[in-house]
């Protein structure tokens, strides 16, 4: 049973950090990309992040260039979204998935839409 677990969420003021963690396991394929979503109250879930096991492509949305970073540490199989200069804007309930494949560069997927695997979420709180 894939299972993903997001950790590392918390309250932070606007300017601050976060790092936070998605944990897989049960996850047999070697080929897959994972990302990061966040949901806000009453918005969509948006695509923050992505990352390729192919080739370690990324993406990132424009809200966040520049500002996050997103890793994988396939030895601990745990993917990192590490968060700076964090905004209010930025505060929402975080989710990483996973979805099976291969991908690299603008293949590489970030809507909801074509994500298989979810974890349940870890609520970031930007204080301004």
């Known amino acids: 049973e894939v299972q993903l677990v997001e950790s590392g969420g918390g309250l932070v003021q606007a300017g601050g950090s976060l790092r936070l963690s998605c944990a897989v396991s049960?996850?047999?394929?070697?080929?897959?990309?994972i990302g990061w979503f966040r949901q806000a109250p009453g918005k969509e879930r948006e695509g923050v992040a992505s990352?390729?096991?192919?080739?370690?492509?990324?993406y990132y949305a424009d809200s966040v260039k520049g500002r996050f970073t997103i890793s994988s540490d396939n030895a601990k199989n745990t993917v990192y979204l590490q968060m700076n200069s964090l905004k209010p804007e930025d505060t929402a309930d975080y989710y990483c998935?996973?979805?099976?494949?291969?991908?690299?560069?603008?293949?590489?997927?970030?809507?909801?839409?074509?994500?298989?695997?979810w974890g349940q979420g870890t609520q970031v709180t930007v204080s301004s």
């Open positions: 998935a996973a979805v099976v494949g291969a991908y690299s560069d603008s293949l590489l997927p970030h809507h909801f839409s074509e994500y298989e695997y």
């Open positions: 049960g996850f047999t394929f070697d080929e897959y990309a």
């Open positions: 990352i390729s096991s192919s080739d370690g492509s990324t």
